[in-house]
């Protein structure tokens, strides 16, 4: 099914970018995401998550904390290219696309709304926008349940609520689902997987973490120059060279 973006999600994605572009950086993550979905002003995502006590005055705050500056005033190019916003993205956050683009389907949709990408949000687990949802005491899983109930519109939802949560403690979700992990994960440079390893038991065990970085598939860091200046330096010795 060939998925697109409502003109809600693209206003989500215009005023991440626009976040991201006033606090100068050149990456666009979920908690951009998160404060374009807060700007909606509208919305059954935008409902739930106000009424839970989380507004875009406290995301911009986690922001400001992040990259260590206030926001500056900024104006708006006229009509951004889509492909100028997408290659600002986190690998993180195309993930979370993924995932959004994952729950329309199971809706029989081919649209992509800001629900489904507050719950691609969740499903994905591991972001900033998660422990920001955490830190202001909201329950992802009961806003997973909710949300889906609210936009199921009376249809049957796969893998939702108890299933959910046993996707992510390991045990067989579903089969689309996995294969979306599976081309997020194996994905080299080149599109490939990796089958002829010369360390097949390393790439069964552990991950390339290298490799990884020269694929731009970790999120950005910021505000650890010195921390990682020091394992740096830790590493380079020729004695006692375990920064652990």
Same mark, same amino acid.
């Given at each position: 099914m060939m998925m697109r973006l409502s003109e809600r999600s693209g206003g989500v994605l215009v005023t991440a970018y626009s976040t991201a572009k006033s606090f100068g950086l050149n990456y666009i993550g979920t908690e951009h995401l998160l404060a374009g979905i807060l700007a909606e002003h509208e919305g059954f995502a935008y409902n739930m998550l106000t009424q839970a006590g989380l507004t875009i005055e406290k995301v911009q705050a986690v922001i400001m904390k992040m990259s260590g500056r206030e926001p500056d005033e900024i104006e708006m190019e006229a009509n951004i290219e889509p492909e100028k916003i997408i290659s600002m993205f986190t690998p993180r956050t195309k993930r979370v696309f993924e995932l959004g683009g994952y729950e329309a389907s199971i809706r029989k949709l081919d649209i992509i709304q800001p629900?489904?990408?507050?719950? +691609?949000?969740?499903?994905?687990? =591991?972001?900033?926008?998660?422990?920001?949802?955490?830190?202001?005491?909201?329950?992802? %899983?009961? #806003?997973?349940?909710?949300?889906?109930?609210?936009?199921s519109s009376g249809k049957?939802?796969?893998?939702? +609520?108890?299933?959910?949560?046993? =996707?992510?403690?390991?045990?067989?979700?579903?089969?689309?689902?996995?294969?979306?992990? %599976?081309? #997020?994960?194996?994905?080299?440079?080149?599109?490939?997987?990796?089958?002829?390893?010369?360390?097949?038991?390393?790439?069964k065990f552990g991950r390339d973490l290298t490799q990884m970085a020269r694929e731009e598939r970790f999120d950005p860091i910021i505000g650890r120059e010195d921390e990682i200046n020091r394992v740096m330096q830790i590493l380079c010795r020729r004695t006692k060279n375990n920064p652990v």
């Open positions: 629900e489904h990408i507050l719950l +691609g949000i969740i499903r994905e687990g =591991d972001s900033v926008a998660m422990r920001l949802l955490r830190a202001n005491k909201i329950d992802p %899983r009961a #806003l997973y349940d909710q949300l889906s109930r609210k936009i049957t939802i796969r893998n939702t +609520g108890d299933e959910m949560m046993r =996707d992510q403690a390991g045990q067989p979700e579903d089969p689309d689902i996995n294969e979306i992990n %599976r081309n #997020l994960s194996q994905r080299d440079g080149k599109g490939k997987e990796k089958n002829n390893s010369k360390t097949p038991s390393l790439d």
